[in-house]
């Protein structure tokens, strides 16, 4: 069982998204005026069937995606996923198939490893990288880490998912992050794997970071978030404290439907 430490209930409201508005590749509405906070100190997790604005939800949020309308804030500043926002703000992110989304496939382990900081110090100096520090930090993090892999020079995508996962998390969790944005992190991975990066993100989290967690598994939800939400056509429909939840009721507003009328009412946050 992961252990959760306790934070104050006014703890900062990190993340802020105000009526969230985008595209889905179809050219129909992906997110329809979404709306949600995340505080310091505690993990969210988004709920839902496949195919209701998750996937564009997470590239709206790290800049992959265009925003038609509305407004996301991280720490009071407007944030629209750039690379020095990232920095600034200190903003990290674990998308689905790391692989694809947040590495260079054919690059090596070290310099996917470095691809945040290789052109800041101690990494870099008039302009340049500085290879041997470069390739002793991806080292400690190889190490750390328990990442598997034939060698720090060896290109990222000969590792495994789980692998992958580890090194992209390694980089992602250097430094203080205030904010984690999450999706499927465990999707595929062994137990040993997914016990890792739960542990990880657990431990950011009692850290004081904000996490935003989208998962299509219910149970690594309810194992590691302190609030779930649903998210259906788009909007959130339904929010419980995760210690509350009652699966039945969140499984109803997954497919769409109301629930039990005397279950946990939705919050106002959610219903405007």
């Known amino acids: 069982m992961l252990e959760k430490t306790t934070q104050p209930l006014d703890a900062e409201v990190t993340l802020v998204v105000d009526d969230l508005t985008v ?38 949020l790290t800049g992959q995606r265009a925003r038609l309308g509305g407004d996301v804030t991280v720490r009071g500043e407007p944030y629209a996923g750039k690379r020095q926002q990232n920095r600034v703000l200190q903003v990290r992110s674990l998308p689905e198939e790391p692989l694809i989304n947040a590495c260079v496939p054919d690059m090596s382990v070290s310099e996917n490893m470095a691809l945040r900081l290789f052109d800041e110090a101690p990494l870099a100096q008039a302009g340049f990288v500085r290879w041997p520090r470069l390739r002793a930090m991806a080292q400690r993090w190889v190490d750390e ?15 495994s998912g789980g692998n992958v996962q580890r ?7 250097a430094g203080e992050a205030k904010l984690l944005l999450v999706s499927n992190p465990t999707f595929g991975l062994d137990f040993a794997a997914t016990a890792e990066i739960h542990a990880r993100l657990v431990a950011a989290r009692n850290r ?9 598994d219910l149970d690594e939800l309810m194992q590691l978030a302190d609030r779930v939400a649903v998210i ?27 629930g039990n009328e005397t279950a946990e009412p939705q919050t106002e946050e959610i219903v405007q």
């Open 23 to 60: 595209m889905g590749d179809r050219g129909d509405l992906a997110l329809n005026g979404l709306t949600l906070q995340v505080r310091a100190g505690e993990i969210l997790g988004i709920a839902g069937v496949s195919g209701n604005g998750q996937k564009e939800l997470m590239q709206a």
């Open 145 to 159: 880490y328990r990442v598997k892999t034939p060698g720090i020079d060896a290109p990222i995508r000969a590792l």
């Open 167 to 173: 090194a992209v998390l390694a980089r992602e969790l």
């Open 208 to 216: 004081g970071a904000a996490v935003l967690l989208i998962s299509e």
């Open 232 to 258: 259906s056509g788009g909007q959130l429909v339904f929010e419980t404290p995760a210690d509350r939840a009652d699966r039945k009721l969140l499984g109803a507003h997954m497919a769409g439907g109301h």
